[in-house]
């Protein structure tokens, strides 16, 4: 039987994999996942037992997503290499950069015996926005490490210009990692119902963020921006998600919100996240830097605007004026301003961008882009070295 491994640093990326692994699956391959399922708290991540259900085999490797230097990624170097030794894999498709550097240098033998080996980055850690020294610094790791793969997939046109660069032949982009726009679509919910269910008054308005606790997504600066606001009690900041590497950001961020007299429900993560957006009037993405950012198309799904960083992969989606705004990541006023506008903005102009982000959500589809993946893995699997 034909075989692949997905390599990835944390379980709960295993979220926008699924599609990878249905397809492959389709494709006739035996789909075995390692990464890291150990969460901050020593138990294991909730997406363990449904590899179990899907009959996928799993391997704990020890990824640490603070330092590509910490030792405890020397450690996953060699369980991984433990992993490819007992296991005759013709497909290893990484993802994330520490996984995809450790990944790569443990698959490069298996690659001169047949192994095709692919890489996804979900964002490169360099943008437009970053200094030179991250340039320096980032870009040549990845260059160097292009050589060690037969494919570089990337989600964001930056990426892929970037990308174009490196020594790797095969460099392709997807349109995201695919949204199930049905799933959103077909919500069948009472709203004022299910905001009283998680905390929000009916007539307060709503400002969505969704996705990890953590200095990227950069949380802090929409309770500042709030906090500007001239009627900032008419605002209540709804935030999904969990911290990751930093276990006091959580209590940061309530100290923060105490602070400016700011609204907030923090609801962890959430398996209910297309009838959270269904409740939001507005949702933000302000993170310093973003692959993609799909939690701006999930709620464009369902007709929400979006206030973006203007970076990498909210652009992408983000229109001014069509589907939501852009904002400065490291400044508040331009946020606030964002959500001012589209506060006072007229019925006609808020029903406009309501269907211009649900046509924008489409672009998205996870049709399109298991239709990519499939022609993706296909093109590289039959290749020859």
């Known amino acids: 039987m034909k075989r692949a491994l997905i390599v990835v640093n944390l379980a709960g990326f295993l979220n926008f994999l699924w599609h990878d692994i249905e397809t492959l699956q389709y494709m006739g391959y035996k789909v075995s996942v390692a990464m890291n ?3 901050m708290d020593g138990s ?3 997406e363990i037992p449904i590899l179990k259900e899907k009959g996928i085999d799993y391997f704990q490797i020890d990824f640490d997503t603070k330092s590509p230097l910490a030792k405890e990624n020397v450690k996953a170097y060699k369980q991984l290499s433990v992993v490819l030794k007992n296991n005759k894999y013709d497909l290893v498709h990484c993802h994330t950069p520490i996984a995809g550097v450790v990944t790569r240098i443990a698959s490069n033998k298996y ?3 047949g192994t095709k080996v692919l890489y996804t980055t979900h964002g490169f850690t360099f943008t437009d926005r970053s200094s030179k020294k991250s340039w320096i610094i980032y870009y040549s790791v990845e260059k160097i490490m292009s050589r060690l793969c037969d494919g570089i997939i990337t989600i964001n046109h930056e990426d892929f210009e970037n990308a174009k660069t490196m020594h790797c032949k095969n460099v392709y982009i997807i349109p995201s990692v695919g949204l199930d726009n049905a799933r959103f679509r077909n919500i069948q919910i009472d709203r004022d119902t299910y905001r009283k269910s998680i905390g929000v008054d009916k007539n ?8 990890e606790l953590s200095e990227r997504k950069n949380q802090q600066i929409i309770i500042k921006a709030i906090g500007k606001l001239e009627h900032k009690e008419k605002y209540v900041l709804v935030i999904c998600g969990h911290a990751i590497v930093n276990s006091s950001i959580e209590s940061d961020l309530k100290n923060l919100a105490k602070e ?7 609801l962890g993560h959430r398996l209910d996240i297309p009838e959270i957006n269904a409740c939001a009037d507005i949702a933000v993405i302000a993170s310093l830097r973003e692959g993609f950012g799909m939690a701006g198309v999930e709620a464009m799904a369902v007709g929400v605007p979006v ?3 203007d970076v990498q992969g909210i652009r992408e989606y983000v ?10 990541p490291k400044n508040e006023d331009t946020l606030a301003n964002a959500i001012d506008t589209l506060t006072n903005m007229d019925e006609e102009k808020k029903n406009f961008m309501k269907e211009e982000c649900k046509k924008m959500a489409l672009r998205f589809d996870v049709s399109e882009s ?11 699997l039959e290749s020859d070295k």
């Open 37 to 39: 399922g150990k969460l």
């Open 44 to 46: 294991y991540a909730v």
């Open 111 to 113: 690659r001169k015996q």
């Open 204 to 211: 307060k308005i709503m400002i969505l963020t969704v996705g």
């Open 260 to 266: 400016l007299c700011v609204e907030i429900r923090m």
């Open 307 to 309: 206030i973006g960083s």
């Open 319 to 328: 229109v001014p004026g069509k589907t939501g705004f852009f904002c400065d």
């Open 370 to 380: 298991k239709e990519k993946m499939m022609e993706i893995y296909k093109k590289i």
